[in-house]
């Protein structure tokens, strides 16, 4: 079965600074990986996906990814955080299983920024 | 062009009554998937349609249904509602089928928040 760990629910980082936000995955075969963004009371944004091409992956606002697959894991990291970019953020795999997309959601990590 | 639509955006019921929500998805597409987003589950899959047809289900009670028009819009409807199905409901579309050989990409609506008194 698929599935995602966020290996941390809260993450707390000053502006400026690198964000690391991490995610272990477990698949029967090759995954399809994304990260997505939920920002207060508003949907989910796809920040960017990663379908078994380049590993490392660039996404939207400075994130990137990068797949690795010895380790399993896809963590998402951005040089310098942006007060906007507090929000909750969500690393998904896809269940092929039922025929067709199904995505299998993380727990979720909460960015917090402080000035 | 117009993104995912949901209607309302906050309801609230009592419990044993029953509720309708709506999803009007990205023109041209024609899958429609439903979640469930508590803070104790998280994310979780209700089920998908495509083309008026429900083609993956997730695991929920049968008081979780759904169904889909021609015109690619769904709903989904919850009887019998319970406390517990307080939450935010976000519907996603996509075009329904994996194009240049890779995944449906999905495009999530704000959701709606229902509060079950």
């Known amino acids: 079965a698929q599935s995602v760990t966020q290996l941390d629910s809260h993450v707390s980082v000053s502006e400026g600074t690198p964000v690391l936000l991490r995610c272990n995955y477990s698949?029967?075969?090759?995954?399809?990986l994304f990260w997505y963004v939920q920002h207060p009371n508003k949907g989910l944004q796809l920040l960017l996906k990663?379908?078994?091409?380049?590993?490392l992956v660039k996404g939207i606002n400075g994130f990137e990814a990068e797949f690795k697959k010895s380790e399993t894991s896809f963590h998402l990291t951005k040089p310098s955080a942006h007060m906007s970019d507090a929000a909750e953020y969500f690393c998904?795999?896809?269940?092929?299983?039922?025929?067709?997309?199904?995505?299998?959601f993380g727990a979720g990590t909460r960015l917090a920024v402080h000035p | 062009k117009a993104g995912v639509t949901q209607t309302p955006r906050y309801l609230i019921k009592t419990r044993g009554q029953q509720v309708t929500l709506s999803c009007s998805p990205i023109?041209?597409?024609?899958?429609v998937s439903w979640y469930q987003q508590t803070p104790g589950q998280g994310l979780q899959f209700l089920f998908e349609?495509?083309?008026?047809?429900?083609?993956n289900k997730g695991n929920f009670p049968g008081r979780f249904s759904g169904r889909q028009f021609s015109n690619s819009r769904s709903e989904m409807n919850v009887s019998t509602l319970e406390l517990g199905d307080s939450a935010l409901y976000l519907c996603?579309?996509?075009?329904?089928?994996?194009?240049?050989?890779?995944?449906?990409?999905?495009?999530f609506g704000p959701g709606t928040r229902l509060t079950v008194t």
């Open positions: 996603a579309s996509s075009l329904g089928y994996p194009r240049h050989g890779g995944e449906d990409e999905q495009y």
């Open positions: 698949s029967s075969y090759s995954p399809s």
């Open positions: 990663y379908t078994s091409a380049a590993t």
């Open positions: 998904v795999v896809i269940d092929f299983s039922g025929g067709y997309n199904k995505l299998i």
């Open positions: 023109s041209g597409h024609r899958s």
């Open positions: 349609y495509f083309s008026e047809t429900q083609r």
